[in-house]
């Protein structure tokens, strides 16, 4: 944030996500949208690693029916990057393609033939990003992506060079500081400050990109029936709890790139809209007293 004096008033200037944030000392707060700077190129060359590594890297993204025409644009920008994942993987519920690869768009499809797989699962909405990996490959990294999201070039290593500095670890991006105080819950998003130290207290904010070290999430993780009617549309939340169940601090890393650039066409729809308390979901409040209702040991930790 930074912070700008004038001749009458102070306000604040924060650029973040393609919007610019104005607030004034009056509380009165203006956001403008700007044309972010992208390079992109659509992917011409097999973009997977093809050298032996002793614990392999796994990208996971999943999407849905009414992005799948859209998520061929991410999958170029993980397909580029400097270091190469083993597997790209994009999960998909069976259940909202009846007719498998026949109802996906050929241009989707021809990034098979530069890395990416396309498996079939269950429908756990968001949690299919995650939880079929952890089920289908438990030995490897898992590196959770979004579908409406361009990714730079140095994305990928970025979280990979600080993995393995400390293997121990489970590394994000992005992240929301959580802190409890007489039994309140405080939430204070944090893209680029010096928060930078492992704590429990960095809550997950996966679609910027976390890094999941093999067996570094609580068993209670593949617990299906939790996750459908715990918290069924915050899996960020419930992934940073099996974190901490597991006693696993999660270090938000330094990167120069902390802007999320979204793909044209993907922003009217996504959990933020089924999230709101006037829909079907149910707000991060809501789910945070959830998640510690049935696990109030985690409110120990947090104090």
Request: aromatic fraction near 12%.
């Amino acid at each position: 944030m930074f912070k700008f004096k004038n001749r009458r008033k102070f306000f604040f200037i924060r650029f973040l996500d393609a919007h610019i944030y104005i607030e004034l000392l009056t509380k009165i707060k203006l956001c403008l949208k700007y044309k972010p700077s992208i390079k992109y190129a659509k992917v011409v060359n097999y973009g997977l690693n093809q050298e032996k590594r002793e614990t392999p890297i796994l990208v996971s993204l999943t999407s849905y029916p009414e992005r799948i025409n859209l998520v061929a644009t991410t999958i170029d920008t993980l397909l580029q990057q400097e270091v190469k994942p083993d597997r790209l993987v994009l999960w998909l519920a069976d259940s909202q393609f009846p007719n498998k690869e026949k109802d996906l768009p050929e241009e989707l499809l021809n990034k098979c033939k530069y890395g990416l797989e396309i498996k079939w699962c269950e429908d756990l909405k968001s949690y299919k990003k995650l939880v079929p990996a952890l089920i289908e490959f438990p030995d490897s990294i898992i590196v959770t992506a979004d579908d409406d999201l361009y990714y730079q070039p140095d994305w990928l290593k970025s979280l990979y060079l600080e993995y393995l500095k400390d293997p121990n670890l489970i590394y994000t991006r992005r992240a929301t500081f959580i802190k409890i105080k007489n039994d309140t819950i405080n939430a204070h998003p944090h893209y680029s400050n010096t928060h930078y130290k492992p704590c429990f207290n960095n809550q997950i904010m996966g679609g910027a990109g976390t890094l999941y070290p093999p067996h570094s999430l609580h068993k209670d993780v593949l617990d299906i029936d939790s996750i459908k009617s715990l918290i069924p549309t915050h899996d960020d939340i419930y992934f940073w709890a099996m974190a901490i169940l597991n006693n696993k601090k999660i270090k938000l890393i330094k990167n120069k790139n902390v802007n999320l650039i979204t793909v044209a066409g993907t922003q009217q729809y996504g959990l933020c809209k089924t999230n709101k308390g006037n829909s079907l979901g149910i707000s991060p409040h809501e789910a945070f007293n959830r998640i510690f209702n049935k696990y109030p040991e985690l409110v120990e930790i947090l104090k």
